[in-house]
């Protein structure tokens, strides 16, 4: 059997080189599938087609497998982030304190509804499955960052800040 | 690394610690730090150095009440200081050695003197970035002792002994678990820690792997020799960033002192741990779900048996804990399976820990023996329900455990009593709500999270979520009948008895416990179109017939 070579880098970005760096470091097994995709959505933000494709086939997984997986877990992303990203968290203890609202009244404000991305770009509105922090209830996530105790004023002031930036 | 290197380095730790007059800890878990504890460590030991003062400046994990972040803890005094920002720092730092500052101080006797800390024994206490922290504090003593002193049956034998069941929800015996991979037959074993905290409202794991990571390492490794393992995973998720970066430090040190790798204490035993990230499926922390994540395919769970104990990870012999499991290891195999054994209930030995939150004053994490009563927890050590609000419910295991009304309160906290009304004990999420609660909604919301869940694979799961949730939105929107319950009641049992995995088999908990304790709200629903909480947007009261 000839040995198996992997495909050519998918252009000149440098992010490739890393994605290829965490499958080369598994050795290119399959079961790095997981893994590589996780790299390459911290380093492109999200997974496009040709991401997918050239994982599945360095990692010698068939492609519909490759889609399945990224399908089936939420943290996936198959569409790119706005500049900016509000996450409201809605874990049972956010709930109870209100996230729903929170979450009604990001909706009404931007114009879009969870997991969609403002028309210019510019803002994601997200829900997260708890992220831990229920000590600080209700919690949203603000670029990434963790935000306790969050009034509907304060979200608000934040939205209208991204928009003016 | 021998026992005796150990104690030198223990030593040589301690020391350095003698030299200061004082120290101060600042909490840095993840409640803490998003009110900005790291700068307030950076302006407290700028002032330590500008006031002159011979204190030591320590980074803590969590300290348990996030609610009251950032948290500041003096030593040897034991002052507690609560919401400390930056601009404190000064005058905590001036005050160190004179009268603590009243304004800051936070005094939760009753809080802190009912809980008894096993797992969280080092959490708020040592650096969980420094190894040499955690061996100061006995660690890494219970592995070099196993290796040197006991047989792996012995370790086993410990395990059993102390009466410790899977902290992870299901109660299965952890000693016997270990026994039966132990027996099973393979070149090659895994040992797998189950850190995919899926349970919204729960942070226990988060809170011991950022807080105390070389514990859990401890664990695995101890459970590896045990079974006869070489190999480990942590399998955490993606929405823990600094759980993650702090085990993947703490592996690497773990690694540089010779604990974990080849040879570890000069012995033939073997062993080395690689962190899984999971991707967000409340599903991989069913077991075999996990084994297929690890192995980069579809969250789904198999029938079982096969069991993992015999076939797992890459169908080879393969023990799962969860991380609370793994972290009570060490002090039993230090102190003795005994010793575990005289703490807690009759079938339900040690601690548990508990995430406190909803609508209870004092949220954050806490440390109980096993068998004390939910009214103690909730009403002493969570200091009630805030706001002169009354309390409703206490909804304990996540989404697969049920909500219990104040009159089953006085019960002890234990896997079978729990179990017998209705809830389970799960990885421990307890969640308080009051009035402002609906309960027709809160079952809603329940099955909701089940219904996205659910994999797929099994039908009575994918299905009858999916009707639970319609038929229960039918009925928070005023249009459900008295037919309605009958139906929900039979398509819980179906769900229950037929589903594949625990996801399935547990989903009606919330929707049954509701139904059997707050069975009242629901026919309020229907019959008057009326949602006492004032949750649910029900049709105009007139379209009822007088």
């Known amino acids: 059997?000839?040995?198996?070579?992997?495909?050519?880098?998918?252009?000149?970005?440098?992010?490739?080189?890393?994605?290829?760096?965490?499958?080369?470091?598994?050795?290119?097994?399959?079961?790095?599938?997981?893994?590589?995709?996780?790299?390459?959505?911290?380093?492109?933000?999200?997974?496009?087609?040709?991401?997918?494709?050239?994982?599945?086939?360095?990692?010698?997984?068939?492609?519909?497998?490759?889609?399945?997986?990224?399908?089936?877990?939420?943290?996936?992303?198959l569409k790119p982030p706005g500049k900016h990203t509000m996450t409201i968290c809605t874990g049972t203890a956010c709930y109870i304190k209100g996230t729903d609202k929170l979450l009604a009244s990001a909706e009404k404000h931007l114009g879009i509804s969870q997991g969609q991305t403002t028309q210019d770009g510019n803002i994601s509105l997200a829900a997260a499955r708890c992220v831990g922090a229920c000590g600080r209830a209700p919690v949203v996530l603000t670029d990434g960052e963790l935000v306790g105790q969050m009034t509907n004023e304060h979200m608000i002031e934040q939205l209208e800040r991204w928009a003016v930036a | 690394m021998t026992i005796e290197e150990l104690d030198q380095i223990a030593e040589a730790?301690?020391?350095?610690?003698?030299?200061?007059?004082?120290?101060?800890?600042?909490?840095?878990?993840?409640?803490?730090?998003s009110q900005h504890s790291d700068q307030l460590k950076d302006a407290l030991a700028k002032q330590v150095e500008a006031q002159g003062k011979n204190v030591f400046v320590r980074r803590t994990g969590c300290m348990g009440l996030c609610a009251a972040g950032p948290l500041v803890l003096v030593d040897p005094d034991e002052i507690l200081y609560q919401?400390?920002?930056?601009?404190?720092?000064?005058?905590?730092?001036?005050?160190?050695?004179?009268?603590?500052?009243?304004?800051?101080?936070?005094?939760?006797?009753?809080?802190?003197?009912?809980?008894?800390?096993?797992?969280l024994e080092n959490s708020g206490v040592i650096d969980p970035e420094k190894i040499d922290d955690y061996i100061a504090h006995d660690g890494y003593r219970a592995l070099l002792t196993a290796l040197s002193d006991m047989t792996p049956n012995g370790v086993i034998r410990q395990v059993t002994e102390s009466g410790l069941r899977g902290r992870g929800g299901g109660g299965y015996p952890t000693g016997l678990k270990w026994g039966t991979v132990a027996k099973a037959t393979g070149d090659i074993k895994y040992v797998i820690c189950n850190g995919d905290e899926g349970d919204p409202g729960a942070f226990m794991d988060r809170s011991v792997l950022e807080s105390d990571p070389q514990r859990v390492i401890e664990g695995m490794a101890i459970a590896a020799y045990a079974v006869g393992a070489s190999r480990g995973y942590i399998y955490v998720r993606a929405e823990y960033p600094l759980a993650v970066a702090r085990l993947q430090a703490s592996l690497r040190d773990a690694r540089r002192r010779g604990l974990l790798g080849n040879n570890i204490g000069n012995t033939p035993f073997s062993f080395d741990v690689e962190i899984r990230l999971g991707a967000g499926a409340f599903v991989c922390g069913e077991e075999t779900a996990l084994i297929a994540s690890i192995e980069g395919r579809r969250g789904m769970p198999k029938p079982r048996p096969p069991y993992p104990a015999v076939s797992g990870l890459w169908g080879k012999p393969t023990l799962i804990n969860n991380v609370e499991t793994f972290a009570n290891i060490a002090p039993i195999i230090r102190k003795g399976g005994k010793w575990f054994a005289g703490m807690g209930s009759d079938r339900s030995k040690g601690t548990k820990v508990f995430a406190l939150t909803g609508k209870i004053t004092n949220t954050g994490l806490v440390e109980v023996p096993m068998g004390i009563s939910l009214r103690q927890i909730i009403e002493v050590i969570g200091g009630g329900v805030p706001d002169g609000h009354k309390f409703k419910a206490v909804q304990t295991g996540g989404p697969s455990g049920g909500c219990l009304p104040e009159s089953m309160l006085d019960i002890g906290v234990s896997y079978d009593a729990l179990l017998k009304v209705g809830s389970i004990m799960g990885s421990g999420g307890m969640i308080v709500m009051d009035d402002t609660s609906c309960m027709v909604n809160v079952a809603k919301f329940f099955i909701e999270f089940c219904m996205t869940e659910s994999c797929g694979k099994c039908i009575p799961c994918r299905a009858g979520t999916?009707?639970?949730?319609?038929?229960?939105?039918?009925?928070?929107?005023?249009?459900?009948?008295?037919?309605?319950?009958?139906?929900?009641?039979?398509?819980?049992?179906?769900?229950?008895?037929?589903?594949?995995?625990?996801?399935?088999?547990?989903?009606?908990?919330?929707?049954?416990?509701?139904?059997?304790?707050?069975r009242n709200e629901y026919i309020d629903h229907i019959l008057h179109k009326r949602c006492t909480a004032g949750v649910c947007n029900m049709k105009a009261e007139e379209e009822v017939p007088a």
């Open chain 1, 1 to 77: 059997m000839p040995a198996f070579t992997p495909p050519p880098l998918p252009s000149d970005d440098k992010r490739w080189k890393i994605v290829n760096g965490t499958m080369r470091k598994n050795g290119f097994a399959r079961h790095a599938l997981i893994e590589t995709l996780h790299t390459v959505q911290s380093s492109f933000g999200y997974l496009d087609d040709d991401a997918i494709r050239f994982v599945a086939q360095s990692l010698r997984v068939p492609l519909s497998q490759a889609y399945g997986v990224v399908t089936f877990y939420h943290y996936f992303s």
């Open chain 2, 13 to 33: 730790t301690r020391a350095e610690y003698a030299k200061y007059d004082q120290e101060i800890n600042v909490c840095m878990g993840t409640g803490c730090l």
């Open chain 2, 83 to 119: 919401q400390a920002h930056e601009k404190h720092a000064e005058a905590i730092v001036k005050s160190l050695g004179g009268e603590p500052i009243k304004e800051l101080q936070c005094d939760l006797r009753e809080h802190f003197d009912q809980q008894v800390h096993v797992v």
């Open chain 2, 466 to 518: 999916a009707q639970l949730h319609a038929l229960l939105s039918k009925i928070c929107a005023g249009n459900g009948t008295m037919e309605d319950l009958e139906l929900i009641e039979d398509l819980c049992d179906t769900v229950k008895n037929s589903s594949l995995c625990g996801l399935g088999q547990t989903a009606p908990n919330p929707v049954l416990s509701t139904l059997k304790y707050f």
